[in-house]
């Protein structure tokens, strides 16, 4: 009889083990569950911030094409086809683009002063190459707005032919740099792009 009584007893104890063993590894699973949903919540969370950029990165560039357009074409004003609203502030434009930064006025462009400081913008009277004070052109493209401001432009004197290694002779040739800002309407997601153009006269 002894020797039935302590089997029932550790056959009891097994039972008891099983038990919790099996909540043990419920445990486990809702945990590897919740792990999984915080895993794709996060990759889902990425993916609309990567697609808000690349909205952005992709006017930016539209905004890039649509300077090298107005160079081209000596216009100050993009055209309007391209975007919901496009305004230039023409006379600035126009000035920057033809003549080198020593000789840009105040009264035509507001962000200029004798005494610049690029890395401060304390007011739109202060140069600055943050695009979004006082720039030049201002686009809406997909959802996103547009800043365009030429920073500086360099002037090179005509060079004489034959020179073959100037591809500006024999009028010499303007070089802009330019700083272009987009931000996605909506989000803080934004793309920046700095360029150096050259331009024959």
């Known amino acids: 009889m002894n020797q039935g009584g302590k089997k029932m007893r550790a056959l009891r104890n097994e039972k008891g083990l099983a038990l919790l063993s099996t909540l043990m590894l419920l445990v486990l699973g809702f945990g590897v569950v919740a792990m999984l949903l915080r895993l794709v919540t996060a990759e889902t969370k990425l993916a609309a911030l990567e697609q808000g950029y690349t909205t952005a990165l992709d006017a930016g560039k539209a905004g890039t ?41 105040t009264a035509v462009c507001p962000d200029q002063s004798p005494n610049p400081d690029p890395t401060n913008c304390p007011s739109p009277t202060a140069t600055c190459a943050d695009p979004t004070i006082s720039p030049d052109v201002t686009m809406t493209l997909s959802n996103c707005t547009v800043y365009l401001k030429i920073v500086d432009t360099t002037e090179t004197a005509p060079v004489a032919p034959p020179n073959p290694s100037d591809l500006c002779h024999p009028n010499g040739c303007y070089y802009y740099t330019v700083n272009v800002r987009s931000i996605a309407s909506g989000t803080n997601e934004r793309a920046d792009i700095t360029f150096v153009y050259r331009f024959p006269k």
Not at 71 to 88: D, F
Request: net charge neutral; hydrophobic share 35%; proline share 7%.
């Open 65 to 105: 094409d649509m300077f090298l357009f107005m160079i081209q074409n000596g216009t100050a004003n993009p055209p309007n086809q391209i975007g919901a609203s496009n305004a230039s502030n023409v006379a600035c434009v126009d000035q920057k683009m033809y003549n080198p930064k020593s000789s840009w006025t």
